[in-house]
């Protein structure tokens, strides 16, 4: 039996505080994902977000008939905050947006496409088919812990965007949220959410 808990293996990723910034190194990984457009609060990001926790209990449920038990994936959404190449958290009705849950480096397309097609035939949701295989590695990072709803999220992001300026980095890569709880388990004000963002030095 081999267990593989992603927050044991990488308990950095999943580490942060609202008291300060932190810095981290996030390797590549593999996810399944979906993109849509939209903010946190419109049907399609929940309809999704739902669909991506079903795929995830499916495949866990085939994990665990190969001997592997996999816990400890979260949804993370990674944003696409730019409106003509400037930045714009504030953006909120049109926005590019991919849901990602972690998996185990055994996971592959052959493996997710079956998986896709049970949870098709288990629940008639045809979106099931548009989740995919994705690996992805942002490597240089920053993050902190925002508390409360997300549309106060902005307090959060203006201090690192505050805290890249006085380093001198920049941004090179998107806004990358990791949700800790679920909205419909808990008050607002006590959501918690890691809100990442890659960087690099500033070239002078």
Request: glycine letters at 4%; one cysteine or more.
């Amino acid at each position: 039996m081999i267990k593989f808990d992603i927050k044991k293996e990488y308990p950095q990723l999943y580490r942060a505080t609202t008291k300060k910034i932190s810095n981290i190194i996030v390797p590549k990984l593999k996810y399944i994902a979906i993109d849509g457009i939209g903010n946190p609060t419109v049907p399609e990001f929940k309809d999704k977000s739902k669909l991506l926790f079903i795929v995830n209990k499916s495949l866990k449920e085939y994990y665990q008939k190969e001997n592997i038990i996999f816990s400890g994936s979260k949804l993370e959404g990674v944003w696409d905050t730019y409106d003509n190449s400037h930045f714009d958290v504030s953006r909120k009705k049109m926005i590019k947006y991919t849901l990602m849950m972690v998996q185990p480096p055994v996971i592959t397309g052959d493996i997710l496409e079956k998986i896709k097609i049970d949870v098709l035939t288990k629940t008639g949701d045809y979106l099931a088919l548009d989740v995919y295989l994705k690996e992805f590695e942002e490597g240089e990072c920053i993050q902190m812990l925002h508390i409360g709803p997300y549309n106060t999220e902005i307090n959060s992001t203006k201090q690192i965007m505050e805290y890249i300026t006085v380093a001198n980095l920049k941004l090179s890569g998107l806004h990358h949220e990791i949700y800790l709880n679920k909205p419909e388990r808990v008050d607002a004000e006590h959501l918690k959410t890691i809100v990442r963002y890659p960087i690099e030095e500033e070239l002078v």
